[in-house]
């Protein structure tokens, strides 16, 4: 720089202020998702049946029931019957009299409750500039069909099947802004994705299917005290579904109704937060302590193996403190 005595100071001193260390931040989120499943059946089967006028079965109270299922067997012609899959799921008290060249019946008394719980803990992590964008994702790039081949008006095909690649999983973006006054304001994109099971169907003889995606996102601008806690978001969700099938007429008779009908309940409960906290790293120092932190963790968790599987405080959750 070529300048005047007088104002090579100014110079001097506005080069000295621009040429520092850029300040970067650490950003941890703890992402806590509690599922709880509840589901109950009670009910009863009939059914009639005669396997030597090949009439099977002649009369039953659930046509698509367990009874159905095994009934139908007696048509076969080697006349063997082949439990059915659901036959081990729930019946508590069955009985009967089944004949390869008479009538035959049966009853089945259901009754069943099942109880699930899942609980899923997301830790991810990222560090970045101030003022640079962040991105992190962990999943998978699931294959979505986008299109397939018809056959066309001469019987001739040229098969073919367009795919579009999508990831699915935890992605997390955040750009940071540092302000003079230890505030960090971030500018914040969220989401947690999922391929829904009902979803992976196989079409034809490819194993190509129309997928639906479970998405959960938060699009958000927030202010935040360096090293401070706090929540972006959350979700409670309460699902009850009840159904009742029964045989006209005598599904509604006090009492003895009970045995020509069956009902199913259940019960699903989902609670979904998701914590952060930025933390400010000034100095070489501060970089080696903040990884110092997360390599202790990793260590105490593959090697040592500490057994403990909860974390008391917050803090301790997105310190790794489990």
């Known amino acids: 720089i070529r300048a005047d005595p007088s104002n090579m100071i ?21 992402i806590v998702e509690v599922t709880s499943d509840f589901s109950q059946q009670l009910g009863s089967e009939l059914a009639v049946g005669d396997a030597s006028t090949g009439t099977t079965p002649l009369g039953l109270t659930a046509p698509s029931g367990t009874l159905a299922q095994i009934l139908q067997g007696l048509a076969a012609p080697s006349g063997l019957i082949s439990p059915p899959s659901s036959f081990g799921e729930s019946p508590l008290i069955a009985g009967g009299k089944v004949s390869t060249t008479g009538t035959s019946f049966a009853f089945i008394v259901k009754a069943l409750a099942a109880n699930s719980d899942v609980n899923l803990l997301s830790t991810p992590s990222i560090t970045t500039m101030d ?15 986008t299109g397939s081949t018809v056959t066309g008006s001469q019987g001739t095909t040229n098969p073919f099947t367009t795919i579009q690649r999508e990831d699915v999983g935890l992605t997390l ?87 020509f009908r069956s009902r199913t309940k259940n019960i ?21 302590a903040a990884s110092e932190r997360k390599f202790n963790r990793i260590f105490e968790v593959e090697i040592e193996g500490n057994g403990r599987n909860t974390a008391e405080r917050l803090s301790d959750l997105l310190d790794g403190r489990l």
């Open 131 to 145: 003022n640079e964008e962040a991105k992190i994702v962990v999943g998978q790039n699931v294959p979505f069909r």
């Open 173 to 259: 973006e955040v750009t940071p802004h540092i302000n003079s006054d230890s505030l960090v304001r971030l500018l914040i994109h969220q989401e947690v994705s999922e391929v829904d099971a009902s979803s992976l169907t196989v079409i034809g003889s490819e194993a190509a299917a129309d997928l639906i995606t479970n998405k959960r996102t938060i699009d958000t601008t927030i202010l935040v005290e360096n090293g401070e806690v706090i929540i972006l978001g959350g979700l409670i969700r309460d699902k009850e579904t009840q159904a009742e099938s029964r045989v006209p007429l005598l599904g509604s008779i006090p009492g003895l109704g009970a045995l």
């Open 10 to 30: 100014d110079l001097i001193g506005i080069i000295e202020s621009l040429d520092v260390r850029r300040m970067q931040v650490l950003i941890e989120a703890a």
């Open 268 to 288: 699903e409960k989902q609670n979904l937060l998701v914590f952060l906290r930025p933390t400010v790293l000034t100095s070489g120092a501060d970089v080696a």
